[in-house]
């Protein structure tokens, strides 16, 4: 294939992509090797039961929303979400002086009380640490998620100028060290601090930028879709199929043609 454009994997990214491309009129083929689009978000049937075998929890509901109205689609009308009350339960290591569960419940005041009740004071502190992380991820969609960068001016203002300081200490400092010097006791510091395996890391490796993650699940709130997070594939491919992008499976890319420093071609092998 030399003409159009292909885009090599088929998971939620390379789906996604394909799907806006092809909106802005370009011809898309997408490639991927396995026999299933998904990527790591993929779907294990046995015996009749089917298990969600990559993400487990639909979080930024608003960066699904946004995606399905770029291609002129409503979230509502793709996926049927359910809200989840309690959003998680969380079992400690038995330890001395620890041990036991705690559920993180739909209500936000009712899991400051409950975190109180396992270490006074804790329970205000937790409660500033979600609302200073609401107040950055407010800031990440209004000023740099949906963004280009083209004109870098509309995401650089006069009030984001003022908030570098604090944004740079967000990229030096690491999580751990941040959420350890606001809570004392190691069990919270865990429910704050965990989001880090989303990421394929540890608290003591990500900036603290990424406390932002609380507010998702302490504040917004934790969702799944019926069916399984596969569904959210399953309609991430039939958005790009709709959209006129081919999709290939069992295409195992052999080369990529490079002339004068821009690919060219794809040849791909399939089984």
Known sequence: MSDGIVVIGGGVAGLATAALLARGGARVT??????????????LEVDGFTF????????MEDAFAHYFTL???????????????????????EAPGAGGALD?????????????????GDGDAMRRYAHAAGDRYRLALDRFLYTTFERPDRSLDAATLRRLPELAGLLTRSLGSSISSQVRDPRLRQVLGFH?????????????????????????????????????????????????VTIRTGA???RIVVERGRATGVQARHR
Do not use: C, Q
């Not at 991927?32 to 978000?41: F, L, N, P, Q, S």
């Not at 969600?52 to 979080?59: E, Q, V």
């Not at 993180?104 to 409950?114: E, F, G, I, L």
């Open 30 to 43: 997408l490639l991927e090797r396995h026999d299933t689009v998904g990527g790591r978000a993929g779907r």
């Open 52 to 59: 969600d075998t990559g993400p487990s929890w639909y979080l």
């Open 71 to 93: 291609l002129g689609r409503d979230v509502k009308a793709e996926l049927d979400l359910v809200d989840l009350n309690p959003r998680y339960r969380v079992y400690f290591e």
């Open 104 to 120: 993180v419940t739909a209500d936000p005041a009712a899991n400051w009380a409950a975190f109180d009740a396992l270490s006074p």
């Open 196 to 244: 880090a395996v989303f990421l394929g890391s540890a608290p003591d490796r990500l900036p603290s930028l990424f406390s932002l993650m609380s507010h998702l699940d302490l504040i917004e709130g934790v969702r799944y879709p019926r069916g399984g997070l596969y569904a959210v594939v399953e309609a991430l491919r039939a958005a790009a199929e709709a959209e006129g």
């Open 252 to 254: 195992r890319v052999t």
